[in-house]
T-cell receptor
Framework: DAGVIQSPRHEVTEMGQEVTLRCKPI?????LFWYRQTMMRGLELLIY????????DSGMPEDRFSAKMPNASFSTLKIQPSEPRDSAVYFC???????????FGDGTRLSIL | QQQVKQSPQSLIVQKGGISIINCAYE??????FPWYQQFPGKGPALLIA?????SEKKEGRFTISFNKSAKQFSLHIMDSQPGDSATYFC???????????FGQGTRLTINP
């Protein structure tokens, strides 16, 4: 039973470069969430989708961040241009409609030099 | 008002002891209170959750106690084991668990 799959697991890149994080939700789940985890700010919700449509992007920190969900089995979070303060672990989670829990992937550890 | 405050930040308990982690919230619209467990290099995983129509929920060694009037809830781990060593997050949301607000986390260490 495959869980939420994120890639890459680790990304190290230089400031100013474009970064793309990928997520494959659990099959059949109709909600998808992107979170950022840092020591200072903990776990923060960035954006979430329902049936591939962005519902709430109020947590997206700046215009440098964008997220898409072109189909039910794939989502991307893009940072362009990246900055050192974007360094964090980024998690994707998915869930079913109704009183169902969110299932998290194992995250992408992003380091911007 | 959207915050969930969690304490302590870190906790050390001897094997076999009881681990207690506390959370407090302000938003009375919150109606779903899950606890997540996170191991290093892994994503958070749902441990146990409660809704405000009950004051306590127990699953194995894990119990959530909920005090609606005080706007507080806590996680109790009975007979704590070294394998319970992890970071624990409380969270809260309203309207069907779409948008979770997380506490800052508690790093729990169980000494053998």
């Amino acid at each position: 039973d495959a869980g939420v799959i994120q890639s890459p697991r680790h990304e190290v890149t230089e400031m100013g470069q474009e970064v793309t994080l990928r997520c494959k939700p659990i099959s059949g789940h109709d909600y998808l969430f992107w979170y950022r985890q840092t020591m200072m700010r903990g776990l923060e919700l960035l954006i979430y989708f329902n049936n591939n449509v962005p519902i709430d992007d109020s947590g997206m920190p700046e215009d440098r961040f964008s997220a898409k969900m072109p189909n039910a089995s794939f989502s991307t979070l893009k940072i362009q241009p990246s900055e050192p303060r974007d360094s964090a672990v980024y998690f994707c989670a998915s869930r079913l409609t109704g009183n169902q829990p969110q299932h998290f992937g194992d995250g992408t550890r992003l380091s911007i030099l | 008002q959207q915050q969930v405050k969690q304490s302590p930040q870190s906790l050390i308990v001897q094997k076999g002891g009881i681990s207690i982690i506390n959370c407090a919230y302000e938003n009375t619209a919150f109606d779903y209170f899950p606890w997540y467990q996170q191991f290093p290099g892994k994503g958070p995983a749902l441990l146990i959750a409660i809704r405000p129509d009950v004051s306590e929920k127990k699953e194995g060694r894990f119990t959530i106690s909920f005090n609606k009037s005080a706007k507080q809830f806590s996680l109790h781990i009975m007979d704590s084991q070294p394998g319970d060593s992890a970071t624990y997050f409380c969270a809260a949301s309203s309207q069907g668990a779409q948008k979770l607000v997380f506490g800052q986390g508690t790093r729990l260490t169980i000494n053998p």
